[in-house]
T-cell receptor, first 112, second 113 residues
Framework: GEKVEQHESTLSVREGDSAVINCTYTDTASSYFPWYKQEAGKSLHFVIDIRSNVDRKQSQRLTVLLDKKAKRFSLHITATQPEDSAIYFCAARSTGGYKVVFGSGTRLLVSP | DMKVTQMPRYLIKRMGENVLLECGQDMSHETMYWYRQDPGLGLQLIYISYDVDSNSEGDIPKGYRVSRKKREHFSLILDSAKTNQTSVYFC????????????FGPGTRLTVL
């Protein structure tokens, strides 16, 4: 089955810098890739997604890049703010599938 | 206000006791999920429910069962809880089985002693 790997367990940046979180997946049939954010002590909420028919999607300070050849996708956060500090989970879902497989999470720390 | 609720938020049980975790949603979503979250492992899917009495095993169903008798309510049952079931359990819902965004509840922290 699908496996999603997040390469950085922790990422520390200074406020105002950019942050990049990288994920890889194994199933070439995966076609939908969402990202979720979990702030300390809270639940997860959706932040952005990308489908396999595009290789880039931007929403305000967030950009997702998808490299289907390398089976790799990444979340780019520009002009980071302290409120960006959270655990970010990448995930993948295969075409026609209903299960979303999550990565293990990357803890982003934005220091002032 | 779209919401997924979970009860209880915290629970301590002894090994061998039965556990009932409850989840509710007010969005008339067809599909509901139960996940567990463990450090370093992310979220693992336990069960998925496509609608009332239409449930399917996820990736780690062993030791769990579910019940969905009303669309807005999805229960996770642990018969004779084990210490390795200590975890944070999240319920989520989505509009339909093919819908993209999942809405998560606040989680239940279960400790099995």
């Amino acid at each position: 089955g699908e496996k999603v790997e997040q390469h950085e367990s922790t990422l520390s940046v200074r406020e105002g810098d950019s942050a990049v979180i990288n994920c890889t997946y194994t199933d070439t049939a995966s076609s939908y890739f969402p990202w979720y954010k979990q702030e300390a002590g809270k639940s997860l909420h959706f932040v952005i997604d990308i489908r396999s028919n595009v290789d880039r999607k931007q929403s305000q300070r967030l950009t997702v890049l998808l490299d289907k050849k390398a089976k790799r996708f990444s979340l780019h956060i520009t002009a980071t703010q302290p409120e960006d500090s959270a655990i970010y989970f990448c995930a993948a879902r295969s075409t026609g599938g209903y299960k979303v497989v999550f990565g293990s999470g990357t803890r982003l720390l934005v220091s002032p | 206000d779209m919401k997924v609720t979970q009860m209880p938020r915290y629970l301590i049980k002894r090994m061998g006791e039965n556990v009932l975790l409850e989840c509710g949603q007010d969005m008339s979503h067809e599909t509901m999920y139960w996940y567990r979250q463990d450090p370093g492992l992310g979220l693992q899917l336990i069960y998925i429910s496509y609608d009332v009495d239409s449930n399917s095993e996820g990736d780690i169903p062993k030791g769990y069962r579910v019940s969905r008798k009303k669309r807005e309510h999805f229960s996770l049952i642990l018969d004779s809880a084990k210490t390795n079931q200590t975890s944070v359990y999240f319920c989520a819902s989505s509009l339909s089985r093919g819908a993209d965004e999942q809405y998560f509840g606040p989680g239940t922290r279960l400790t099995v002693l």
